[in-house]
């Protein structure tokens, strides 16, 4: 059995006590249909935040960052997390294989592949990759981005 498991938004306060951060999770299994339920969930946590302007790029996002842990991490797991502080979202795909890091390529025409963080960056106000660390060891990779609102045409 595979199992998908949402936690229940947790609110922390900053080291100031001043700004309150909302951190939204999923934590779900590398298969190819937790891009559907990333973008699921990814879309219900924006709308709680009342940030519907931000839905439609940071869906192609969260799409391409999950489609990648599935094809190129080979890890079993993986979660995705949405962070509300003030007027900054921050998304992010964390796996467990800090070895397999991404990088960017150049896609050659008629390619399907090797586009994806360059749309991730064309639609993100920031991005990055940041390892991730328990005590003393990586034991990840954590590849975010703060999504910029959708213009329209």
Not at 35 to 40: D, G, I, Q, Y
Not at 70 to 81: G, I, M, T, Y
Request: hydrophobic share 40%; aromatic share 4%.
């Amino acid at each position: 059995m595979r199992t998908v498991m949402l936690n229940r938004p947790h609110t922390t306060i900053d080291e100031d006590g001043l700004e309150p951060t909302d951190t939204y999770q999923l934590s779900a299994p590398a298969l190819p249909t937790t891009a559907r339920v990333a973008r699921e969930f990814v879309a219900a946590a924006l709308e709680a935040a009342n940030r519907p302007s931000l839905v439609e790029n940071a869906l192609v996002c969260v799409s391409d960052l999950v489609t990648n842990v599935v094809q190129h991490a080979r890890v079993p797991s993986l979660s995705v997390d949405v962070t509300v502080r003030g007027d900054r979202i921050v998304i992010s795909v964390l796996d467990g294989n800090a070895v397999r890091r991404p990088r960017r390529r150049t896609a050659r025409a008629g390619q399907e592949d090797g586009r994806g963080l360059m749309l991730v960056r064309g639609l993100s106000a920031a991005s990055g990759v940041s390892l991730v660390w328990d005590e003393l060891n990586v034991v990840g990779k954590c590849v975010w981005f703060e999504p910029r609102a959708d213009t329209g045409p």
